[in-house]
């Protein structure tokens, strides 16, 4: 809770500062953010409602069963995948990470779609190739998911 009223505390202060420098100029950010929130929306929406029906629907033995301790490797294996082909906001994916965990997924399963969906752009690679080339977008995509790996088997021993 000290953490929250401390985060808030200084974003407050933040915002009457931004408000003494230049009124138009925090008045117009506010206007991006809006903007971009409201495209945003739909797909916000969308993946909380999804993550929200499975969670509703599956009982967390059954979460458990899936990504849990009893799952092993492959669970750990088949997040990493999901978290390489998913186009998702990172800030989405904690508060569902938050909720997997809750359920009975183990750190490491976690760690590894998290990871990988940061590090890894399976949806994104075609743009970075284009970008950055072939050899270099395989290249970092295939030692990124590796890592993401290793950091998963890591994390899950460190924060057992």
Known sequence: MTTIIVIYGLLAICLVWSLLKSLQK????????????????????????????????????????????????????????????TLIP???????????LRSGATVATIAAFITTLVMVGFVTAPMEI????????????????VAALIIAGLMGVILR
């Open 90 to 100: 990172a800030l989405i994916s904690f508060p569902l990470a938050a909720s997997l």
């Open 26 to 85: 925090t008045i117009q950010s506010f206007k991006v953010a809006a903007r971009a929130l409201w495209k945003m929306a739909p797909g916000l929406l969308a993946i909380v409602g999804v993550v929200g029906l499975i969670l509703g629907v599956l009982p967390p033995e059954t979460i458990t069963t899936l990504v849990g301790e009893e799952a092993g490797f492959l669970a750990t294996a088949t997040a990493a995948v999901l978290g390489a082909v």
């Open 130 to 145: 284009k970008a950055l080339g072939k050899k270099f977008t395989l290249l970092r995509n295939s030692l990124s998911f």
